[in-house]
């Protein structure tokens, strides 16, 4: 079975301070894992994924296999980031997306 | 191009009625797949249609049932509604049947089980 863990429902910083979204996992095969974002009123939409190795609006993700995590993370956090997270886990046949229960992000001024 | 499109967007239904939800795939898109987020969770897998053939299931009872047509549109039905079917209901279009490819997101139908 896979699971995907987010420990915080809420994280408040202000804006210019550096955020970690923490993510956990559990999968027997080999994972591909995401980030998701909801900003206020609008779809849930890809942010990022970790084959790509790329940063997006200056948030990285660096999967740990040895800690099972995948923590988002950027270093300086401006107001537009406030929005809700899910961290999400594909399985290895590629059909199925186990998320996590998000985290809020707010971040104020 | 034309985004993942769910009608209708909002839904009241009593418990033991039936349920039909819709959702467009994204032009180019042949893979649907369905989501149900209930309040303050992540969305929940339910099944993946790929050519109009479901294409895998999440933990869900056999009165959760969807359909693929060959435009690639598909629908979710839900029977004998339960109290606790309350929630949003989401579908994802991508371009390949398990190949990996990023799953873009519909705006959700918001279905209430009185």
């Known amino acids: 079975a896979q699971r995907v863990t987010q420990p915080e429902k809420l994280l408040s910083v202000f804006k210019g301070a550096p955020v970690e979204l923490k993510c956990n996992y559990s999968y027997s095969g080999s994972p591909e894992l995401f980030w998701y974002v909801q900003y206020s009123r609008q779809r849930l939409q890809l942010l990022l994924r970790h084959i790509s190795r790329e940063s997006i609006k200056g948030f990285t993700a660096d999967l740990n296999k040895g800690e099972t995590s995948f923590h988002l993370k950027k270093p300086f956090a401006q107001e537009e980031d406030s929005a809700m997270y899910y961290c999400?886990?594909?399985?290895?046949?590629?059909?199925?997306?186990?998320f996590g229960g998000g985290t809020r992000l707010m971040v104020k001024p | 191009e034309t985004g993942v499109t769910q009608s209708p967007t909002h839904l009241i239904k009593t418990r033991g009625q039936q349920v039909t939800l819709r959702c467009s795939s994204q032009s180019g898109h042949n893979t649907v797949s369905w989501y149900q987020q209930a309040l303050g969770q992540g969305p929940q897998f339910i099944f993946q249609?790929?050519?109009?053939?479901?294409?895998g299931r999440g933990n869900f009872p056999p009165r959760f049932s969807g359909l693929q047509f060959p435009n690639y549109s598909s629908e979710l039905n839900v029977n004998a509604l339960e109290l606790d079917d309350s929630a949003l209901y989401l579908c994802?279009?991508?371009?390949?049947?398990?190949?990996?490819?990023?799953?873009?997101f519909g705006p959700g139908t918001r279905l209430l089980v009185l």
């Open positions: 999400a886990l594909r399985n290895n046949a590629g059909n199925m997306l186990t």
């Open positions: 994802a279009s991508s371009s390949a049947g398990g190949g990996g490819e990023t799953q873009y």
């Open positions: 249609y790929y050519r109009e053939e479901e294409n």
